[in-house]
C-alpha cells in the first residue's frame, strides 16, 4: 500500500470501528480486537491534545479529526466511502446469485443464459434500492463492480472445489 492511501484506509477502518462500537455497546457484547485498539489509539490522541499537543484555536475540528482518524480530503468522504463500498458490493452479490439462477434455468432448459452481459443486463434492470432512488444502474457500471468485488461475494467453499480461480471455473 502507498503512502498516500493509508490515510484513506484508516478513515474506512474508523468508520466501520464506529459502527461496530454502537452494536457491539447496545448489545452489551464485548468489542472486537481491532475496534478496542482502534478506539485506545483515538483515546489516548485526544488526550494528548488536553496535554502535550494542544491545539490552537482554528485548529481544533482538524485536530480532533486527526485523532479520530475521520479527516476527509478534497475528494475523499470517510462517511460516504463507506457506503458507496457496501452499494457496490451488494450489486457484485446481485450478479453472482443471477448468474447462479440464470445458470440452473438454462440446464433445466427454462430459456435463460448465464452470457455475462445478460447477467449483467438482468441486474442493470431489476437493480432497485434506496442509495439508487429512481436512478438505474447502468450495464457497464454492473460490470465494473462486479470484477471489483467478486471475490468478496463468492462464497468461499466454491473456491476449494474449483478447478482453477478463474471465476467461470469457481462458478460451474
Ligand atoms: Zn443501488
Known amino acids: 500500500m502507498t503512502r498516500a492511501r493509508r490515510p484513506v484506509e484508516a478513515a474506512r477502518t474508523a468508520v466501520h470501528a464506529w459502527d461496530a ?3 457491539c455497546l447496545s448489545g452489551n457484547i464485548a468489542l472486537p480486537a481491532w475496534a478496542r485498539d482502534y478506539l485506545l489509539g483515538v483515546a489516548r490522541e485526544i488526550t494528548r491534545l488536553s496535554r502535550d499537543r494542544i491545539p490552537a484555536k482554528g ?7 486527526a485523532a479520530a482518524k475521520l479527516q476527509g480530503g478534497p475528494k475523499f468522504n470517510p462517511f460516504t466511502a463507506g457506503t458507496q463500498d457496501a452499494h457496490e458490493t451488494l450489486i457484485a452479490f446481485e450478479v453472482y446469485t443471477r448468474h447462479t439462477a440464470n445458470w440452473w434455468n438454462q440446464r433445466k432448459g427454462l430459456g435463460a443464459t ?8 438482468d441486474v442493470a434492470e431489476a437493480h432497485h434500492c434506496d442509495n439508487c432512488g429512481e436512478k438505474q444502474v447502468s450495464q457497464a457500471t454492473v460490470k465494473r463492480y462486479w470484477y471489483k468485488h467478486q471475490l468478496e461475494v463468492i462464497p ?3 473456491f476449494e472445489r474449483a478447478k482453477s480461480h478463474k471465476v467461470d471455473d469457481i462458478l460451474r
Open 114 to 121: 448465464h452470457d455475462w452481459s445478460t447477467v449483467f443486463r
Open 59 to 65: 485548529a481544533i475540528d482538524r485536530a480532533v479529526a
Open 156 to 158: 468461499p467453499h466454491l
Open 21 to 23: 462500537i454502537a452494536t
